[in-house]
């Protein structure tokens, strides 16, 4: 587009190209003081000192690139000559000659970022002709592979591929100029120095604005360290697999190996009579042989009830009614919740059945309730309430004491491992809430503990969705 000005920048003569430009009509343009007033901002700045340079020197010309406001308030980008021919009696204008560059500039503009981006990446971007010879090399695959790009550019890229794989990769590679794409392919690639190293490939077509494949683009990553970090957990697994397994055989064998002489011994103490025994000190020795064997024998019971939980993977699961169950233990230890003089209240009105292992809720309920009893505050009546509820499609058990209590800061991390021991209790072995914790959780269940010290502790069950018993009427799913 063709336009002249006068040395205040008003318009003399604009071609019909630039009305179309610009957006305005000539009577528009023809009330203008000085289209300088459609420079951009930052332009009309930046190009003072040309404008001044330009005023002052006759003849010259000048090439320039600036933007230029539209009439509906955007801005386009324009480039061309601007020429100082004010002297010129024929002319006595500034003439500038321009042509709209917009489309241009946004597609320089993606081109800058996403350069700024290729060589921003930790990967490796390299591209190649269909010939496979390199036309690009970011700053991280001169990083990666050890060359520069002005070393490889022309180079046909094979020279990186192992010979061993090349034949495998070509065929990737013949599939990529076809228009096929590859995501993070395990591969290897050497390096300068001659190490061979694993990488993850990705590779895909490079079109032209006709959508013919001219090229390929590779984008490589160094994935040495992670193959060789997962080969070592590999190994790891597979080591401890062996021990673990090898420590089940040791329990195995040493439960098995111990019962038979510990039923032999077990037999030997009862038909024992240490009162016709007169022997101080032989009556001594009779009653430490005779707590030494009850221990182990409870020792071996305990590594038996373990055993069976960590082994068995085919849990009988049955719907099992709360308060069935609950009642079945009770009674099966009135003796000490009599003698104890503990009250407990329970309420399974918001979900009175779970499907569970039968064996596991009893033995659930079991240990709750004579640890509760156990650990309960000296001269203060144990309490234990037990309540069932359902949230978000899961039935919860609680069941809360009002016993001694613990430290949560103290026992968070530990409070179900085995032989843990929080309070000093001659009975104490600290397995009932390992096998409580290793019950719920063979299940797919959890387990969660609200605890102050002599106050109390409540046990939130959470049993899996999935073993909510679907027949039940007492809630809808």
Excluded at 149 to 163: A, N, Q, R, S, Y
Excluded at 196 to 202: A, E, F, G, H, M
Excluded at 383 to 388: G, M, N, R
């Amino acid at each position: 587009m063709i336009s002249m000005y006068d040395q205040n920048f008003k318009t003399i003569f604009r071609s019909e190209a630039a009305f179309e430009l610009t957006g305005r009509i000539p009577d528009e343009v023809e009330n203008d003081t000085s289209i300088l007033q459609y420079l951009h901002p930052d332009d009309f700045i930046r190009l003072q000192p040309t404008l001044e340079k330009l005023l002052s020197s006759k003849g010259i010309k000048i090439h320039e690139t600036f933007r230029w406001r539209h009439k509906d308030g955007t801005y386009r980008w324009l480039e061309g000559n601007i020429t100082n021919l004010l002297h010129d009696e024929n002319i006595k204008a500034i003439v500038t000659n321009m042509r709209d560059i917009t489309d241009d500039m946004k597609l320089r503009e993606g081109q800058s970022l996403l350069a700024s981006i290729v060589n921003s990446t930790d990967d490796a971007v390299i591209s190649t002709r269909l010939d496979g010879k390199i036309t690009s090399w970011n700053k991280s695959a001169e990083k990666l592979l050890g060359f520069k790009e002005e070393e490889v550019m022309g180079d046909d890229f094979k020279l990186f591929i192992p010979t061993d794989i090349y034949l495998s990769e070509s065929i990737l590679i013949d599939k990529a100029r076809k228009g096929a794409y590859f995501n993070q392919i395990q591969s290897k690639r050497v390096k300068k120095n001659g190490e061979i190293i694993d990488v993850s490939l990705t590779m895909s077509p490079i079109r032209n604005e006709n959508n013919e494949v001219i090229g390929v683009s590779k984008i490589i990553r160094d994935v040495t360290h992670f193959n060789k970090t997962k080969r070592e957990r590999e190994l790891l697994i597979k080591e401890l697999s062996s021990n673990n397994k090898e420590l089940k055989q040791f329990s195995y064998i040493t439960s098995h190996n111990l019962r038979g002489p510990l039923t032999n011994l077990m037999g030997i103490i009862k038909l024992l009579n240490i009162d016709t025994i007169n022997d101080v000190k032989t009556k001594t020795l009779v009653e430490a042989f005779i707590s030494s064997t009850n221990s182990l024998n409870e020792t071996l019971d305990d590594l038996i009830k373990i055993l069976i939980v960590k082994e068995n993977n085919n849990h009988e699961l049955a719907s099992l009614n709360f308060e069935e169950h609950l009642l079945k233990v009770i009674n099966s230890i009135s003796n000490t919740i009599e003698i104890s003089q503990t009250d407990i209240d329970y309420d399974f009105k918001a979900a009175n059945t779970v499907s569970f292992n039968s064996a596991y809720l009893e033995s659930i309920f079991l240990n709750l309730i004579t640890n509760a009893i156990k650990y309960s505050r000296p001269h203060v009546k144990p309490q234990i309430s037990i309540s069932s509820s359902i949230e978000n499609n899961c039935v919860h058990l609680s069941f809360t004491d009002n016993g001694l209590g613990m430290d949560w800061n103290k026992v968070k991390d530990k409070i179900f491992g085995l032989y843990q021991k929080f309070h000093r209790h001659p009975d104490s072995k600290g397995i009932g809430l390992y096998l409580v914790h290793s019950q719920i959780t063979a299940l797919g269940g959890s387990i969660e503990v609200k605890t102050e010290p002599n106050k109390g502790t409540t046990f939130i069950i959470s049993f899996a969705p999935e073993l909510i018993n679907p027949h039940s009427t007492d809630f809808i799913i």
